[in-house]
């Protein structure tokens, strides 16, 4: 039987990630999934996306800038502890 979440390799054991970063980076935790999780995560995006505030051109502007300046900041805490 398969696992449904896959296990993320630890490069270093101490440093510590919070919650929110590990909730971003992997988007919900789609990212986890052992063999499709960028289709997942592209899945996941595109549910989200068809809400209608999206669809406001400053809206999604200053969603996109948001999102991308904090996934630099959550990746690094990830990249710390996963590599």
């Known amino acids: 039987m ?6 993320k ?3 270093d054991p101490d440093a510590k990630v ?3 970063s ?3 980076s992997s988007f919900f935790f789609s990212g986890y999934f052992p063999t499709i999780s960028g289709t ?6 595109l549910v989200i996306f ?3 505030i999206f669809f406001i051109p400053y809206v999604l502007m200053i969603l996109i800038t948001v999102t991308f300046f904090t996934g630099i900041i959550t ?3 990830m990249i710390k502890r996963y590599g």
């Not at 398969?2 to 296990?7: A, E, L, N």
């Not at 997942?40 to 995006?45: F, Q, T, V, W, Y």
């Open 75 to 77: 990746s690094k805490n």
């Open 40 to 45: 997942i995560g592209s899945l996941a995006s």
């Open 9 to 11: 390799k630890i490069v």
């Open 22 to 24: 590990i909730i971003f």
């Open 2 to 7: 398969r696992q449904i979440i896959k296990k």
């Open 18 to 20: 919070d919650l929110f």
């Open 50 to 52: 068809f809400f209608g």
